[in-house]
């Protein structure tokens, strides 16, 4: 089992900037590639971006890209998302999760843990 804990959450201009944290407990971390996914009112979650296990390929939707950031930090367990140039669009819960697979992927049935999400809130 993983538990996985969003933080950083917030609200924020346009334009402006959030750093979010997932941090991990349970298994070890680093054994997990790790994705962000959020899910706006009414709309389905949706793939924001990924990091492998290591944290040596990282993949990103064409909507955050140039702007949104991944790392993690497998010495504290702790999974980042770094996001600049926040639009009004980029309103929504995100969530962190774990899988184990060998490859980077977006699909959200892949995953095998969620957190419980941290609401980002971006004002125009």
């Known amino acids: 089992q993983v538990q996985l804990v969003e933080s950083g959450g917030g609200l924020v201009q346009a334009g402006g900037s959030l750093r979010l944290s997932c941090v991990a407990s349970g298994r070890t971390f680093s054994s997990y590639a790790m994705n962000w996914f959020r899910q706006a009112p009414g709309k389905e979650r949706e793939f924001v971006a990924a990091?492998?296990?290591?944290?040596?390929?990282?993949y990103y939707a064409d909507s955050v890209k140039g702007r949104f950031t991944t790392s993690r930090d497998n010495t504290k367990n702790t999974l980042y998302l770094q996001m600049n140039s926040l639009k009004p669009e980029d309103t929504a819960v995100y969530y962190c999760?774990?899988?184990?697979?060998?490859?980077?992927?977006?699909?959200?049935?892949?995953?095998?843990?969620w957190g419980k999400g941290t609401l980002v809130t971006v004002s125009s």
């Open positions: 990091i492998s296990w290591n944290g040596g390929s990282t």
């Open positions: 999760a774990a899988h184990q697979l060998r490859i980077l992927t977006r699909d959200r049935d892949a995953m095998d843990y």
